[in-house]
């Protein structure tokens, strides 16, 4: 027990689905959470869904089945947190955005687009002397592709943070009680 | 579906809609944001108020007047405030609350708020804060106490308009008190005081996030009941959080039903009479040896509104290892948090226990109790063999003071039974919670997880206030302070006299910061840093004149500065007929200076990281160990009990 820094190389990946009150500084209380319980997340989105009064943070880490139990629990003491969710990778779909700019030039270019085609991704912005490709993807499809293009070189790399929602017709947020007060 | 809105989660303050601000209430009466924090406390049944006024908190204390139903005391400094609240608030069992301004005001406050989060306090903070436009702009005595606070707060609100006043606070005093109790921050922005709006009460709180778990569900009570009939050797592990949950009835009559001992952390002195054979007193790296071995050798562990912090524990993996273990706790995040249980049980103490109790008896009824004589006979045996004690040659004083052990126990033996004992931080908190005869629970408080010096004289001034108010004041209230953690709000002697709260002040003054100095002497080799405070030196000393600065500070004289009698002693008759004098006098706080000798040490004591088998009941004697003599017979350690090194 006890054994933090809750999150150990070699721990299995999580992933989080935490329906908070959509109230200004929320991100702060939870981030802070993570910071000072010594937890550390691989990636963390935010965004609005498809309720006005809730906003659903993702959140993916490497962590041990113990720790993980008492960092739900620890979230679910903050008072704008209304529900917590780990998702079963089984029955969920989950995706990130990735955006990539490949040194590409006349000489290789073609070999780039092959793997682009290859792994049914777009290019977005062509430039003689680079790529930027966007990809979308579970994990596993964004870093077989990164692999890829590391050979080239890579001049700029950013991800979005995992995406998820379960399948099924259900919503997460059903039952789940908003509130329309918007201060903090 | 409805459109995606802006995301508020990422920014500090509201997004201004158009339209948003707009004053949709009309119903009620007309008034400022001021007054209507005023009204809802009182609203609230808020009687006593603690605080210091300043700039971006004038229109509230603008808003207090002769009229205001409640007591205002105003402090010196604004930890105090926190404090008082906090002893206020643990006397009674109301809420504290405190009302300072922005800036400095708000952080002064953070200690106080600390000390409450750890030792679940219910507090409600009202700190100023500059108007909306000026959020951000680094103004004056601006800070993000709602930020600063995240870490240590149960919640914590940002208010910016007068409108939301009386909801916020209705549900501040709820989150406080309710659940685990804790510390609310809010902070009102200086446009939320002045805005106009409208009165109503009572208020509907909105919290769709916070539904705390009082009552225990379904078979976790058969279960635990089920291990109280298959253990030989049960023990009650009594904290804090049955202390907030008013249990000790409840806990008396579970020990009386099981026939299991009870032992007790820190803050859950008191829980049950100190003159009950259950008890076995307190636990942990200064608690009794019979408490201490109860806990390593018990095959069932109870764990009551305790969180198996780590001075009770020692080394973790070597707590309680045969045990098996029920923890109740009204947080669930507690459970599981330090040691994994068998049986949890989320809910309130006192309404667990009260459902626990006739299951018990119902298991007892058809299987029997299991004779638990053998058990009571071991623990029998270690607590009449290794009582507190002070009469070794090596506990005699050297310098002609006293024995601070002796002076704890002469204050408890002439103390009212009434009486709520207060302390400090340091070895005297230590010797007065091993030491004073508890016969009635809410009668102690000390700082526990936090431990936070100069936390003794506003927790008293804030215990009398209580005491004045739910006992008419027939509560005397007695704070054992160290000349060390003393100094640290020494200020609020002056709050003490013209508020008219007549505690009585004991300082074990032993001239050093004690419980450092233990530790300098057992694992820094006697390298005494930045430990001397040559504020209360040996009688006898004093006439060598072995320093050049004596009595810094004069304590009988700041007593009297500040408009309290000032006593001091010297020797055991001087010490006995100033605490006679001081029991009698009930119009305005006392203050002794007790001259004690500074190389006293606490025992027993098991170092910080150690096991709590390695507990030293006296340099020297490790009790708990046990090894196989010449003889073969198996008894406990007299080696050279060496405390191993660790860091605080």
Redesign the interface.
């Known amino acids: 027990m006890a054994n933090y820094p809750a999150s150990q190389p070699g721990s299995q990946r999580h992933t989080l689905s935490v329906l908070v009150e959509n109230r200004p500084g929320v991100l702060a209380r939870i981030a802070g959470l993570f910071a000072r319980r010594a937890f550390n997340i691989n990636s963390l989105s935010v965004s609005p869904t498809e309720r006005p009064d809730i906003s659903r943070v993702t959140v993916t880490a490497d962590v041990d089945e113990v720790p993980l139990e008492q960092i739900i629990k620890q979230l679910n003491k903050l008072l704008h947190v209304l529900k917590i969710v780990e998702l079963d990778p089984n029955s969920t779909v989950e995706r990130e955005l990735v955006l990539i700019k490949v040194a590409a030039n006349q000489s290789n270019r073609s070999d780039v687009l092959e793997i682009v085609r290859l792994f049914r991704v777009r290019v977005v912005d062509v430039n003689p002397e680079s790529l930027t490709i966007e990809a979308t993807g579970a994990e596993g499809k964004i870093d077989a592709l990164l692999g890829l293009l590391e050979h080239y070189g890579v001049i700029e790399l950013v991800r979005s943070g995992a995406v998820a929602v379960t399948r099924g017709p259900r919503a997460l947020s059903e039952k789940v009680i908003g509130s329309e007060v918007t201060g903090r | ?15 201004t809609h158009t339209g ?1 601000d707009k004053q949709t209430i009309i119903d009620g009466e007309r008034m400022t944001g001021a007054q209507a924090l005023v009204r809802t406390l009182e609203d609230l049944g808020v009687q006593d108020v603690f605080g210091l006024p300043g700039g971006a908190i004038l229109p509230v204390y603008h808003a207090i007047n002769d009229k205001t139903k409640f007591r205002f005391t105003l402090v010196r400094h604004e930890q105090a405030a926190g404090h008082a609240a906090e002893g206020y608030a643990v006397a009674t069992g109301r809420v504290g609350v405190c009302i300072v301004t922005s800036g400095p005001g708000a952080t002064n406050m953070i200690t106080p708020i600390a000390d409450a989060n750890m030792d679940s306090v219910p507090l409600v903070v009202i700190t100023g804060q500059v108007g909306v436009n000026a959020i951000g702009t680094d103004a004056f005595q601006e800070a993000d106490i ?2 600063a606070t ?2 240590v707060v149960k ?7 007068a409108q ?1 006043i009386p909801r916020v606070l209705a549900e501040a005093h709820y ?1 406080a008190r309710s659940g685990r109790p804790g510390p609310v921050v809010v902070d009102l922005t200086k446009t939320a005081q002045t805005g106009e709006m409208y009165y109503s009460w009572p208020q509907r709180m ?5 539904n705390p778990t009082t009552k225990a569900h379904g078979r976790v009570l058969a279960d635990a009941a089920r291990l109280f009939a298959q253990s030989y050797r049960p023990l009650l592990y009594v904290g804090g959080g049955a202390a907030r949950s008013n249990a000790s009835k409840e806990v008396a009559e579970l020990a009386e039903v099981t026939g299991a001992p009870i032992v007790t952390t820190l803050p859950a002195r008191g829980i049950v009479p100190d003159s009950n054979p259950k008890n076995l007193g307190m636990l942990g790296m200064h608690g009794t040896v019979a408490a201490t071995a109860a806990a390593q050798r018990c095959d069932l562990l109870v764990a009551i509104g305790a969180r198996f912090d780590d001075r009770v524990t020692g080394k ?1 993996s070597a707590f309680a290892p045969s045990a098996r273990v029920i923890h109740i706790d009204i ?3 507690e ?6 249980p068998d049986v949890p049980i989320v809910g309130d103490v006192a309404t667990v226990l009260h459902d626990l109790i006739p299951e018990i008896k119902r298991s007892q009824a058809i299987g029997g109790k299991l004779n638990l004589k053998p058990w009571w006979d071991s623990l029998n045996a270690l607590r009449e063999q290794y009582t507190i004690t002070y009469d070794e040659p090596q506990d005699q004083p050297t310098d002609g003071s006293l024995q601070p052990q002796w002076v704890v126990e002469q204050l408890s033996a002439k103390a009212d039974p009434a009486t709520i004992w207060v302390t400090g931080v340091g070895q005297h908190q230590m010797w007065a919670a091993q030491l004073i005869d508890f016969e009635k629970p809410h009668s102690w408080i000390s700082s526990g997880g936090l431990g936070t010096m100069g936390f003794g004289l506003p927790a008293a001034i804030g215990a009398s206030v209580g005491s004045a108010r739910d006992f008419g004041g027939k509560k005397p209230v007695w704070l054992i302070d160290g000349d060390g953690s003393f100094q640290m709000c020494s200020e609020e002697l002056a709050t003490a006299f013209l508020d008219h709260a007549p505690v009585k002040i004991a300082i074990l003054n032993n001239s050093v910061y004690g419980m450092v100095r233990q530790w300098q002497t057992l694992f820094y080799q006697q390298h005494y840093s930045q430990t001397n405070l040559l504020d209360g030196e040996a009688h006898s000393e004093q006439e060598e004149g072995t320093s050049e600065f004596f009595d810094v500070p004069d304590f009988v004289k700041l007593a009297e500065a500040y408009g309290c009698v000032g006593l001091r002693a010297f020797t055991e008759e001087e010490a006995l007929a100033a605490i006679d004098k001081a029991n009698l006098i009930n119009d305005r706080p006392v203050l002794i200076d007790f001259r004690v000798w500074k190389d006293a040490m606490v025992w027993p004591m098991v170092a910080a990281g150690a096991s709590n088998d390695e507990v030293t009941y006296r340099p020297g004697t490790q009790p708990l160990l046990r090894h196989a003599d010449e003889n073969g017979a198996v008894s406990g350690s007299t080696g050279v009990g060496t405390l191993s090194d660790a860091g605080f």
């Open positions: 579906m409805a459109l995606p809105t802006p995301l508020q989660a990422f920014s500090g303050v509201p997004k948003n709602v930020g995240y870490p919640h914590s609100y940002l208010v910016t308009r939301d989150i909105i919290l769709p996030g916070y973790l947080d669930p995040a459970i599981g948090k330090n040691r994994a």
